[in-house]
Structure formats: structure tokens, C-alpha cells
């Protein structure tokens, strides 16, 4: 399969552009710029709010489906990281950071002017929380800095009110080899799309991620699968680099935070989850506000699709090896009809999964091009990572996804063959 980023264009093939030539790139915040290309205060005409190309949204803790050749993202932070760490060769995927390898991050970035940052494709609250809160923390240490993500390029309507849009522009206007580059959130360089062949012609790059799958990618690695989320390894290198948490750089951060854990609710949500969670309140995030925003929020049209959706909702008591399996669909002509994006759709699974006689929740979410994404939740005795990476995607033990074409029965029908298979249903003993 060809990889997109090999052959993306790129439309600064000149290289990195003059300091403040750029719409995006943020004059040095000592320096006082007037409005206009390349200051403060311009967002640039490249990030369209609102712009939602394409559909494969990501969910709050679920990976995209991976594609063939496609490094798997795991959304969901380690299941169950240590307490307290009883040392590097227990870690799971890998030993934390070492002292060497922050201070080689945090050189590199003291020397360099220009920084450009990047998340993975579809980013979700810790991707683009980490990556506004660094780029705001790096302009208020003096460096220019933009940030962008891979195709499709919008933001997700639930991720506009994180502070530091302006730091946003469109992945071809990112410099074609940057003199440093920041990977945030990504597990391998795949997850990029098409600023993967960007980061390999970087003269640096940091990679900063939590991801116990990552591929180990990068020349500086601050991946630690043991952090909560890749907010956890921001604000520590935030720290190291001497600039205080404002409250627009906490924002960014809690967001992060609060989507990978689930809202405090995963097993990753150690003690250290909540000490960092009350530096940030203390740094004036308001945590209803941002709770509000991520998931308590929806146009009146998601209650109708939703309505539809769980009215249309099958219970199979057989399945899954006879501990339940919950289904529904949620058609595009649903969502026409309603006038609701696909990027609304993240909370279905949620009301699904609540139901008790059901070990495993399955929405079949029809995006724009008229295939399924599907979403699967289980509550801990199914593994259905195992079944989607089966049928091409990927996942986690309790939350994994896939893509396919075809109708819905059909599908689900082949997932639910899927765990019927050997190890694909691990009831407890
Ligand atoms: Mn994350």
C-alpha cells in the first residue's frame, strides 16, 4: 500500500521560511508584533474553523482503524501502569525517559528558533491539548512555532475551544524540512499522514508520546507507557524548560489528561493523574468548562440520532460466547437528515455500552464515504482488539475499531465471528 506521506507535496519546498513570514508561525512572544501574517494575533486564513474534510474521526480513547502497513495506534494509555514504579526493565513497552534524553530534548529546543509541531491524523483531546499547550509554552519562551496535523485537516467541533488555534496551519504550509520537529501523540511515524516524510527530512525530531506500541521513531524519545496520556510528558517538559502554566497552556493539558483517562475514570488514573489535574485547576482551568466542551455538549439534532440509533439497538444474548453482544447503526442519512457531523457521533458508544447484559457494545457509524467505522467496547472478558485487528483494525483490549465495507448484519456477523474464535473470548475462570 502506498504511504501517503511519501508522497505528499509539500508547498515550501524552499525550506523553512523567513521568521514571521508565515501565517501561523508566531513571532517570538518578547517581541512585540503588530497584527497581521506571522504576529500573535493572526490565525492565518489556513485553519477554517468549522472544516471537517473527510470522516475518520478518531474517539476519545479508541484508535482509528489501522490501515495495512499502517504502525497500530493504541488510544488508550496502558491499562494498568504501576503505581509506583518498581524500576525501568518493568515497564510495560519500555523503560520511562531518561535524564539524557530530556535534557537533549530541552537543548534542542533552547538552540533552535523555529519549531514545528505535529499530532497524529484525527486528533483527539490529548493529541491537539498536548500540542497547543507546547506551542503556546514554546512561544512564551521566544520560539516560533506552528503546529499542524496530517489529512484530513479540521478540527473536531469538540476540540475548538482549546486555546492556541492560531498556532494551526493546513499540513502543506508546514516548512518542508523543518530545522526541528515535535511528534505528539503519535505511536509511529505512520500516525503523521502526510507530515511523516516532513518529520524524516526534520533536522531533529522529538518524539513525545505514551503509546506502548510506539515503533520507536525519532532521534530524541520521550515515551513513557506508563504517562496517562502524552499531557503527562508535555507538562513535565514544559517544567524542565522553565515556563510557568498559564491558564491557556493548563487548559491544553487537562484536556489531554481528561480525555485519556477517560474523565479520571480509567484504570490509568493513578495518584499522580490527580496531583497533575489539581496543578492545573490551580493554574485556572475550569474543569466543568472542559467537560462541557469534550462530552456534556451536542446539537439538539445528535438527541434525534441518537434517538434513532438506540431505538434501532439489537441485544444478542449468544454472542460474544454467551456474555452479550449490543449493536446498533448510524447511517449517514441519519445524520443528513439531522444535519449532524460524523465528528458528533463519539458519545454513542457510550450510551450503548452502559447496557448490563451485554459484555460487548458495537456502533456501526456510516462516514462520509459510505463505509463503517466500527466501534467496539468491552467491559474486560472479551478481547476486542483481538477481533478488530482480525478484521483490519485495531485496538485495545476493551476498545478497539475497525473499517469495512458491505451492510451492517454482514458485518457484524463477521465481527461476531470474529469472537467466537479461539482467545478472541476470555471469560474469566
Ligand atoms: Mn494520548
Redesign the pocket.
Known sequence: MNDPAETATHAEPGGLPEPGARPGWGAPARTATPPGPGGLTDPGPLLRPGAMYGSAMSEPGVPPAATPGTAFEV?V?PAQPPASRPGPSAEPGGPPPAELDWDRAVELIRRTDEICLACHVSP?G??LGSMLALGRALRACGKRCLASFGEPFGVPAILRFLPGQELLVEPARVPRAPELMISL?AAGRARLGSLAATADRAGALIVID?HASNTGFGGVRLVDPAAA??AVLVEELIRRLGVPLDRDIAQGLYA?LAS?TGSFKYPCTTPEVHDLAGRLLTAGVRPETVSRELWDRAPFGYLQVLASALSRARLERDAAGGLGLVWTTVTRSDRDARDVPYDQLEGVIDQLRRTDEAEVAVVCKENDRGEWYVSTRSKGSVDVGRACVELGGGGHRTAAAFTMGGEPAWIIDRLRAALRVPGGVETDD
Open positions: 488510544g494509555p483527539d490529548d493529541a501523540d505514551h496520556a502524552t489531554g485519556d
